[in-house]
């Protein structure tokens, strides 16, 4: 149980273009969902918190506008880039909390690969 | 959140026990100390939690000292598909702050035959 995916699990797009990123609970309800970015050789780095039907919490230095995240369902959440820039070539991983307990785990999806040419 | 301090990198030989230290000096009462793990190119997995007493679960043991200043993750056993970078975590409650975890630089791990 506890398993998230996200699709796709690669993305090749060119400057200027948008993509989105899926991340789903496939066997759980989470209210909460976290989008982390990671560069080569470095930590995660968490980008915003995603509640579901309210607007995402952006951690300081994220541009909102750039990384829009929408949570739609208990089980949805999507990250789309924004008129991507090759600096935006980037480790997308997303992060689910269950809904309806104290649970303090976290599962994580298996990351979404970005590069912008 | 408390800051955590781990080594870069440490080495293993496999079917030896793996000792991965953490530091987390400025760590509160409320503060619950959590480890995960990255192997290459993939997602967190989530290993172990605890506030003050020992832990144990079928992938590892972690054990705090009694100042909680300090703690220890333990790989009974490390086989190769343990090399991973190992992350100590220290954070609130998840009813505080919507259960966010912070990152640090983790220990890289890696078990040689």
Not at chain 2, 32 to 43: A, E, K, L, M
Not at chain 2, 60 to 69: G, P, Q, V, Y
Request: aromatic share 10%.
């Amino acid at each position: 149980g506890a398993v998230v995916s996200q699709h796709p699990s690669r993305v090749i797009c060119k400057s200027g273009t948008s993509v989105k990123i899926e991340c789903r609970s496939l066997d759980f309800q989470a209210t909460t969902m976290f989008w982390y970015r990671q560069f080569p050789k470095q930590s995660l780095m968490l980008m915003a918190t995603s509640n579901e039907g309210s607007k995402a919490t952006y951690e300081q230095g994220v541009e909102k506008d750039k990384f829009l995240i929408n949570h739609a369902s208990l089980t949805l959440s999507t990250l789309t880039v924004t008129s991507a820039h090759p600096e935006d070539s980037s480790f997308y991983i997303c992060s689910a909390r269950p809904a309806g307990r104290l649970t303090y785990e976290q599962y994580f999806g298996p990351g979404t690969r970005l590069t912008v040419t | 959140d408390a800051k955590t301090t781990q080594p870069t990198s440490m080495d293993c030989a496999e079917g030896r026990a793996a000792n991965l230290p953490c530091n987390h000096s400025t760590i509160s009462g409320n503060e619950y100390v959590y480890w995960y793990r990255q192997i290459h190119s993939q997602g967190p997995q989530y290993i172990i939690h605890g506030l003050k007493n020992n832990e144990t679960n079928e992938m590892a043991s972690l054990i705090i000292t009694e100042d909680r200043k300090s703690s220890t993750l333990i790989l009974p056993h490390a086989t190769l598909r343990d090399t991973a970078v190992y992350y100590c975590i220290v954070r609130p409650a998840v009813y505080n702050q919507g259960g966010k975890l912070i990152f640090g630089q983790g220990t890289e791990l890696s078990v040689k035959p």
